[in-house]
């Protein structure tokens, strides 16, 4: 034995570094997606938080409470008098 390969090491360091970032940015990156497609905002923070609190089901319950509450805001209020819409399937060119 030689002793110690300090190219494993740093191979094992550089791995473990890109292992510590993914973990932590996922919080990021899901309030990046978040915005992209809903337009809803939120801090990794938050998200953190809440994960830490309530664990993914409590993230899963806070994401379909905002896009709950945005698609409230924005759709028009439904009467039996408003009209049908068209079928999703009428949309696509055939």
Do not use: N, W
């Amino acid at each position: 034995m030689s002793g110690i390969d300090y190219e494993h090491v740093l191979f094992v360091v550089v791995l473990l570094a890109i292992l510590i970032i993914s973990f932590g940015s996922r919080a990021r990156v899901f309030c990046q997606y978040l915005h992209y497609m809903t337009g809803i905002r939120l801090t990794p923070g938050e998200v953190m938080r809440v994960y830490r609190e309530h664990g993914k089901p409590g993230v899963r319950e806070l994401f379909l409470d905002l896009l709950i509450r945005a698609d409230l805001e924005e759709a028009p209020v439904i009467t039996p008098e408003t009209p049908g819409a068209k079928p999703v399937t009428d949309l696509i060119d055939k």
